[in-house]
């Protein structure tokens, strides 16, 4: 091999070393179709607004976060005040900036928040390409708001808060009543995306979508070390809650997540090619007639114990809608599906076409979740 042939070689062998390292998945075959979207864009960093046209299910594309009149506003300090934010924080940008904002952060941080963030309508949260925890007074909070994005966040370590006053959207001072210390906490609200983030150790729950809350897609997180994982609906008195539809996409759930991935009351899941890696009570419970659609998941059960995926809240008068399709059980893990469950139209998830994403054999649910959670991306190229 003569001194220019070599030198293609090694350059090659540089190129395909960036591509294949540091935590990459490229080329795109065992990405997952919001992946696919952005992440094998190696110019990323300077079209971050392009995530916003990547999000399937529910939520449907959040293009209502991006465009003319976006604010976009850099953390670069992780200190938090509930009632007077220092410009530059995150508290700031939820309470003082008008309109669509998209919120990055200058440099790995860790934020303990003082008491829950209020989180404002047309705001996309994106921690991409650094290291971002949030942890503290009762975390994440939306409150009847629209067009949100949360995207590759490390959430844990919340917790339980009394009722006390907090600076909310447009400077006002809000009286929040006690909380429990969920990781995101989403109330009377619409069009919410969570993806890519990492979430585990929280008092109470990591996810709750209630009182009304519709149109929201859970995708692309890990969740970990909880037993209370993701709720679905408010209460079984709660009776808007049957409007409710999530998507709850790519997710890796474990280890040591205990039950409620999800539970749901009233409304419409679409559980589709998750992994989950065991569990204690069970995984997807519900009670109040709910209809969940668990399509094409993985799942692992326990060495010991429950082996059983579902559990149903008993009681007179109340059904379910539980159905299996295409799904993988692995190490005696079994699914009760609803006797007479109508596997026509009644539960198909009827996207919109902004909405409708490709199912995957769930044989593939390995590598679609290989990359869940927060990720770690290069600092020269890829995600």
């Excluded at 890696?277 to 209809?291: K, N, Q, R």
């Amino acid at each position: 091999m003569n001194m220019y042939s070599h030198g293609i070689h090694m350059a090659l062998i540089a190129v395909f070393f960036i591509l294949f390292t540091n935590n990459q998945v490229y080329p795109a075959n065992g990405m997952n179709v919001i992946d696919k979207c952005w992440r094998t864009n190696p110019k990323w960093r300077g079209n971050r607004h392009q995530l916003a046209r990547c999000s399937v299910g529910y939520a449907g594309k959040m293009s209502n976060n991006i465009g003319h009149g976006t604010t976009n506003y850099k953390v670069t300090d992780p200190s938090d005040d509930a009632l007077n934010p220092k410009p530059g924080t995150l508290r700031y940008a939820m309470t003082h900036i008008k309109g669509k904002v998209w919120i990055t952060f200058k440099r790995d941080m860790s934020i303990k928040l003082q008491k829950p963030l209020l989180i404002s309508s047309f705001t996309a949260i994106d921690g991409r390409g650094v290291n971002v925890h949030i942890h503290g007074g009762g975390c994440l909070m939306l409150q009847r708001v629209n067009n949100v994005i949360i995207h590759s966040l490390r959430i844990h370590d919340c917790k339980a808060q009394t009722a006390g006053p907090v600076l909310g959207p447009d400077a006002k001072v809000v009286h929040l009543s006690a909380v429990d210390g969920d990781a995101i906490r989403i109330l009377s609200s619409t069009k919410v995306w969570i993806d890519h983030n990492t979430l585990y150790n929280c008092p109470d729950g990591l996810i709750d979508v209630t009182r009304g809350s519709t149109q929201v897609t859970i995708s692309n997180n890990w969740f970990r070390s909880q037993d209370k994982v993701m709720l679905l609906g408010h209460d079984d008195g709660f009776m808007r809650d049957k409007n409710m539809k999530v998507t709850v996409a790519f997710n890796h759930f474990g280890p040591r997540c205990h039950q409620r991935m999800p539970r749901v009351r009233f409304g419409y899941a679409h559980v589709v090619n998750n992994l989950y890696l065991g569990w204690g009570l069970y995984a997807i419970g519900g009670s109040m007639d709910p209809t969940v659609k668990s399509q094409s998941n993985l799942f692992i059960a326990p060495e010991a114990g429950n082996k059983e995926v579902t559990w149903r809240k008993q009681g007179s008068g109340r059904i379910w809608n539980f159905l299996s399709v295409g799904d993988v059980f692995e190490n005696g893990a079994s699914f009760v599906q609803s006797r007479g469950t109508d596997k026509g139209t009644s539960l198909k998830p009827n996207y919109t076409p902004e909405q409708a994403f490709p199912v995957e054999d769930a044989r593939k649910v390995r590598d679609l979740t290989s990359s869940s959670g927060a990720l770690k991306c290069s600092r020269v190229s890829y995600c």
